[in-house]
């Protein structure tokens, strides 16, 4: 059974860093795209990013260029967002998604969400 | 970007009503077009891909269709579990973009 399965809920002041992970299991981590997407409290989905395990090379979407850094570990099947100085605009939901092995990859699994909530 | 957009932002139905949910891209994107379903509190579900093809496991009451930049899901009976936003999104071209959704409520 296809798994990812994320960190815990996190409370930070702003301008702290964080690293939120994401772990998949059931399925061969490397041979799939991992992506992320923002939900913002009471809106709709965002997509962040994404990348290949295989080589760790990730591609950002325009909006979060610069933002934020995504990384993945094979070894331990672990995919990872991370902020240096988060803002009180950072707050909201973020999920890691897979997407297929298909030339123009679509999303099959979700993981359960990590809360991030930034506030002073 | 390719620009997507829903219709209706909102809807009431009953519970046995077909219910059609309208997805429009600023582009021709097909068939490279996906389906989500979200209940409050919950992680999006996956529901279709490619436009008209069901995920594994999702019940066959949800259908997809459409091309070139238009495109509808349908539930051809709604049923209690079936009170959720939807999502579309395209992905043809990066960055994926979703639309804004469509929130299904009971009436």
């Known amino acids: 059974e296809v798994q990812l399965v994320q960190s815990g809920a996190e409370v930070k002041k702003p301008g702290e860093s964080l690293k939120i992970s994401c772990k998949g299991s059931?399925?061969?981590?490397?041979?799939?795209?991992i992506g992320w997407v923002r939900q913002m409290p009471g809106k709709g989905l965002e997509w962040m990013g994404i990348?290949?395990?295989?080589?760790?090379?990730?591609k950002y979407s325009p909006s979060f260029q610069g933002q934020v850094i995504i990384s993945a570990d094979k070894s331990t099947s672990t995919a990872s967002l991370q902020w240096s100085s988060l803002k009180a605009s950072d707050t909201a939901m973020y999920y890691c998604?897979?997407?297929?092995?298909?030339?123009?990859?679509?999303?099959?699994?979700w993981g359960q969400g990590t809360l991030v909530t930034v506030s002073s | 970007d390719i620009q997507m957009t829903q219709s209706p932002s909102s809807l009431s139905a009953s519970v046995g009503d077909r219910v059609t949910i309208t997805c429009r891209a600023s582009?021709?994107?097909?068939?490279?077009l996906a389906w989500f379903q979200q209940k409050p509190g919950k992680a999006p579900r996956s529901l279709i891909y490619?436009?008209?093809t069901l995920q594994s496991g999702v019940p066959s009451k949800f259908s997809g269709s459409g091309s070139g930049t238009d495109f509808t899901l349908t539930i051809s009976s709604l049923q209690p579990e079936d009170f959720a936003t939807y999502y579309c999104?395209?992905?043809?071209?990066?960055?994926?973009?979703f639309g804004g959704g469509t929130k299904v409520e009971i009436k």
């Open positions: 582009q021709a994107i097909s068939p490279y």
């Open positions: 059931g399925y061969s981590f490397d041979a799939y795209w």
């Open positions: 490619a436009a008209s």
């Open positions: 999104q395209q992905y043809k071209s990066y960055p994926p973009t």
């Open positions: 990348i290949y395990p295989g080589d760790s090379d990730p």
């Open positions: 998604v897979r997407t297929s092995s298909s030339y123009f990859p679509y999303i099959d699994f």
